[in-house]
C-alpha cells in the first residue's frame, strides 16, 4: 500500500498526531521542535537582546555586529545564556505542542479534521502558549540576563536574581509575553495550517513545504509582534548589571517599561531589534515546524 493509499484509508493528517499515539509522541515532537528552534538561532537572538537592552545607538549592519562582539568577547559570547534555554525549551514546548493537539482534537471533530478551520486552530494556539509560557518564562529571562552578562553560569545569575529582586522577578514579563506570544501563536498556527494546506492540500509529508510555511508564518509573526518584544526585553534585563539608565532599571511594569522605551528612544524604540528578530524568527520557527513534523512523520512509521 502506497502513501496516498495509507493517507486515504487512515485519514491521517499530518498537522495533528493521530487518536492512537501516545502523549509520549506528542511531548517528544514538541520537545525536539523546540530545542532545534531556539538553539539554532541563539547568536541572533543574543545580537537582538543587547540591540533592545543598549541605550546606544547603532548603525552597523547585523554581520558586523556579531563580529564585533565576537573579537571583543571571544567567540562563545553569543552563545551564552543557551543551556537555559536548553533547559526550558524542551519542556515548555513539549506542553506547547502537545496542549496545541489536544485543544484542536477537543474544539475540531474528526470529520473536519483535514478541512480548514483558521480560527479553531488559532485558539488551540493560544491555548498552548499561556500552558507553555508559564513554564518558559523563568528561563527565558535567565537566557536574556546571560546574554548581557556572559561572564557568569546559570546557576549564579539564578542565585542573584531570587537574592536581589525575589521570585517575581522570574515572572515581571509573563503578562507581557502572553500579549506578545498569544497574538504570535495564534497567527503562527492559522498562517502555517493555511499555508501548508494551499501549498500541499494532500496534507502528505513534505520537508520543504513545512519549512516554507513556517518561515512565512515566522517572519510575519515576528514583525508584527516586535514592540511587545521589546517591552518584553526591558522587564527582564532591567536588574542586570549591564542596564545603567535608572529609567530602565526601575521598569517592573509594562507601563513604565513602555515609558521607559519612549523616553529614551522615541517611538521608534519599539521597533530597535526588527531586523534580528526577523533573521532569527523566520529559520526558527521553519526549523521549528520542519522539526516537529519530522519527529511526528518518523514516530508515526
Not at 517528544?28 to 545607538?57: C, N, W, Y
Not at 528561563?139 to 536574556?144: A, C, I, N
Not at 515572572?171 to 497574538?183: D, E, G, Q, R
Amino acid at each position: 500500500m502506497n502513501t496516498s493509499e495509507i493517507s486515504t484509508a487512515e485519514e491521517i493528517d499530518y498537522e495533528a498526531l493521530p487518536d492512537s499515539a501516545p502523549l509520549s509522541h506528542q511531548l517528544l515532537a514538541g520537545a525536539f521542535a523546540g530545542i532545534m528552534e531556539h538553539s539554532v538561532m541563539f547568536p541572533i537572538d543574543a545580537l537582538k537582546t543587547r540591540i533592545q537592552s543598549t541605550s546606544a545607538k547603532s548603525t552597523s549592519n547585523m554581520l558586523s555586529q556579531m563580529a564585533k562582539i565576537s573579537t571583543a568577547e571571544g567567540s562563545l559570547a553569543l552563545w551564552k545564556g543557551v543551556q537555559s534555554v536548553i533547559l526550558g525549551a524542551g519542556p515548555a514546548h513539549a506542553v506547547y505542542f502537545a496542549t496545541y493537539e489536544y485543544t484542536k482534537k477537543y474544539l475540531i471533530d474528526e470529520k473536519d479534521m483535514q478541512t480548514h478551520q483558521p480560527l479553531k486552530t488559532a485558539l488551540s494556539g493560544t491555548v498552548a502558549t499561556i500552558a507553555a509560557d508559564a513554564l518558559m518564562n523563568p528561563f527565558d529571562t535567565l537566557k536574556q540576563r546571560m546574554q548581557l552578562n556572559t561572564n557568569t553560569t546559570v546557576w549564579n545569575v539564578t542565585k542573584q536574581i531570587y537574592k536581589n529582586e525575589g521570585f517575581s522577578a522570574f515572572y515581571y514579563s509573563y503578562p507581557t509575553t502572553l500579549a506578545m506570544n498569544i497574538p504570535f501563536a495564534a497567527f503562527n498556527f492559522m498562517i502555517y495550517e493555511s499555508a501548508t494546506k494551499f501549498f500541499n492540500p494532500t496534507n502528505d509529508y513534505n520537508p520543504l513545504v513545512h519549512c516554507l510555511s513556517g518561515g512565512l508564518s515566522g517572519a510575519t509573526c515576528a514583525a508584527i509582534t516586535t514592540p511587545l518584544d521589546c517591552i518584553k526585553t526591558v522587564l527582564q534585563v532591567r536588574g542586570s548589571e549591564s542596564v545603567s539608565l535608572q529609567v530602565m532599571k526601575e521598569a517592573n511594569t509594562f507601563q513604565k517599561a513602555t515609558k521607559a522605551i519612549y523616553q529614551v528612544h522615541g517611538a521608534k524604540g519599539f521597533w530597535r531589534g526588527l531586523q534580528p528578530r526577523v533573521f532569527a524568527n523566520m529559520p526558527a520557527t521553519a526549523i521549528a515546524w520542519t522539526a516537529y513534523e519530522c519527529a511526528k512523520h518518523f514516530l508515526l512509521g
